[in-house]
């Protein structure tokens, strides 16, 4: 167990940091496996999850690469561009953060179980009474994933989504309604905490900038704002599904 603050690790200003481009970088990184990838796009299965990349959101060559790996006319996010090139359309914008562990505490949650696919279904049916972000049939993939159960019934869960270069994303944080305000969630997300500094990892996790409260909580338990991001949803130039008359 750790009780020790975490500094962030520091980079040269010169450089960017690794999490300012978090899904390239775990695409590219420990992820590569799963990743689909043309030139300086990258994405994963669409059953995994949602995250598509770019090398560098300034190039537009990086776009013509993201048209050319999910194709013309298609809706899909993109994070850390703060706009679309011409021709792109942008279906909604959206400011998140990003905190960083620095003095969490964490440990083990004794009660928590590891989730599998079989779990799937049951997951899938707390997301979506929680609505903590996407969640796909293949996710648990990503990483580890616990959860907690009341009766059998799962109430609670937290797990790995991103994973750059020696820094791993708490994500799917969520617990259901009639089992709030008892810590379930903080717990999760120690122990999950406590699997990622186990293999040489700093923990880090998004939130959207509006969902105050969360960021409160994360605050409160010792993860520190590193940065304010955007994200888009845009869809591909290119011809559109053909009309019948």
Same mark, same amino acid.
């Given at each position: 167990m750790s009780t020790v603050a975490r500094p962030t690790p520091q980079q040269s200003p010169a450089t960017p940091h690794i999490l300012?481009?978090?899904?390239?970088?775990?695409?590219?990184?420990?992820?590569?496996?799963? #990743?689909? $990838?043309? /030139?300086?796009?990258?994405r994963y299965p669409?059953?995994?999850s949602p995250f598509t990349a770019l090398a560098d959101p300034a190039d537009p060559r990086a776009w013509d690469d993201l048209a050319a790996l999910v194709g013309p006319g298609?809706?899909?996010?993109?994070?850390?561009?703060?706009?679309?090139p011409q021709g792109w359309e942008t279906v909604q914008h959206g400011q998140g953060v990003q905190l960083v562990d620095t003095a969490l505490r964490a440990e083990p949650a004794?009660? #928590?179980? $590891?989730? /599998?696919?079989d779990d799937v279904p049951e997951i899938l049916d707390l997301i979506a009474l929680t609505e903590p972000g996407p969640f796909l049939p293949r996710t648990v993939e990503l990483g580890t994933y616990l959860g907690i159960r009341h009766r059998g019934r799962l109430i609670a869960l937290a797990g790995e989504r991103l994973r750059p270069a020696g820094w791993t994303e708490i994500s799917a944080v969520c617990t259901a309604p009639d089992h709030r305000g008892k810590g379930l969630a903080t717990r999760l997300v120690r122990a999950i905490a406590a699997g990622i500094r186990e293999r040489g990892d700093t923990p880090f996790?998004?939130?959207?900038?509006?969902?105050?409260g969360a960021i409160r909580l994360y605050e409160s338990i010792g993860f520190t704002l590193r940065r304010r991001s955007d994200f888009l949803l845009v869809r591909t130039p290119g011809a559109q599904?053909?009309?019948t008359a």
């Open positions: 300012d481009n978090a899904a390239w970088a775990a695409l590219t990184g420990p992820h590569a496996h799963l #990743a689909e $990838r043309v /030139g300086r796009a990258a669409l059953d995994v298609t809706v899909t996010p993109v994070t850390g561009a703060k706009s679309a004794p009660e #928590a179980v $590891r989730l /599998g696919p996790l998004h939130a959207s900038a509006t969902n105050t599904q053909e009309q």
